[in-house]
């Protein structure tokens, strides 16, 4: 539990944290939340790094950080989040439109629902890969994700101008 | 789809904010955190775990008895010599884990099983064990067995690793045929046998069975290093029937089992350890 592992640990931390903050982000809505959601995950990670296999460790990861997440949101949809500081002045309004868009769309989904998108078309996953992350069947992710399509697709074809 | 696709990808892209603020998350701290949760759960009372493993056992195998398998397969070999786990056949009704007779709780094959749990949904993994045989038959051969009970939601899974499963260390002490597909005998239309590669050599079958619950797995020989009689592996999932045929995560994305949580070099450390 020691030793030489904990420096290849601290590699792969290093090489994974910020795109999985990112992942967490999107699903979350906040970087704190995200942050908390990828130190879960990656306490978790250590704890078995001895045995986990370099790579399968972004499986692994990606498996407890959505589920860490999907656990940590059930019953908590569209809540508010307090922000530590508010910008200053106003941020470009293309890319204000565009974020609160999309914001709104992934809000306004299922946190499985959005766990779907961000796995599939974030990650880039296939629909049995993403199944095998949500531990659901391969049928549960299609519909998941065609769910969430129709959903968003009106704001992002309304207000990101997406064809 | 294809412009979904895209138009999503760019649309989550867009939903991160350009001033990404810097991580404030120290590798240090959590591997101090991951130390310490790696400690607790070693340290969880054994009490607590064989309560919790007595009754996952004994729920799949109180409905096994008490239902009907109307989907029931003949497999060919007499019920008698391979029956379904039933409480009856439980080696110790008031012990917490199920070891089949003549065999023993392994420290080694615990160890082994407990890599097997880290590596399935493991914060649903309620008990893992590893039973080891008393030597039988003649040259001082012994079996080997690990076992992993976990929960999804309402459903219970039974990940078990055999070493041996004919013979003297018959599969059906597991609820498995003996050596499903290994041989002509037992190369069954009804086990759907497909052969499969094994990159470390060797003969290795996935199958499925219809035991009154389904049962899903790779069996293969290994040759063995110190010559004599083979070895014969078997990787199984067992899912009680009462819970209808919904996959398990890690049967999702495989139709069949061609790959196993564990390598290669486990199992020959496995089938390897000296008495």
Redesign the interface.
Known sequence: ??GAS?GA??VY??DR??AL??SA??LTGN?HDA?DV??AA????????H???EE?ADAYVR??LV?VFLNTKRGQRNREYPVAEVPDGP?PAA?AA??L???R??AELTPSQRAV??L???EGLSV??T??V?????GTVKSQTHRA?SA??PH?RED?G?? | MAADERDLRAALSAALPADEPPVGLDVADIMRRGRRRYRVRRAVPIAVAASVAAVLVAVPLAIDTSEPAPERLPIGVPSSTTPPPTSSNSADSGAPFRVPPGHHRSPDADNLAENGAAQLPSENVAAHFGTRSDVKGSGNRFGYGMHVLWREGDRLGYLALLHRTSGDFSGSEYGLPDDPCLTTQTRRPEYRCVPIPVPAGGVAYSFEIEYGYRVRGVVWDQPDPAGGADFRVTAAFLIPGSFGWTPFRALDDAPRMTDFPLTTEELGDLIQLPR
């Open positions: 539990m020691a904990d640990f601290a931390f290093t944290v910020a903050r990112r982000y999107l970087w942050e990828v130190q990656f306490v978790r990670l250590f704890s078995v790094w045995r986990v296999r399968s498996q407890v589920n941020v890319d565009d974020r868009a999309v914001s769309a992934l998108v961000v599939r078309y974030w049995a890969e199944a095998a949500l531990g659901v069947s391969a399509v968003m697709r992002l990101h997406a064809s």
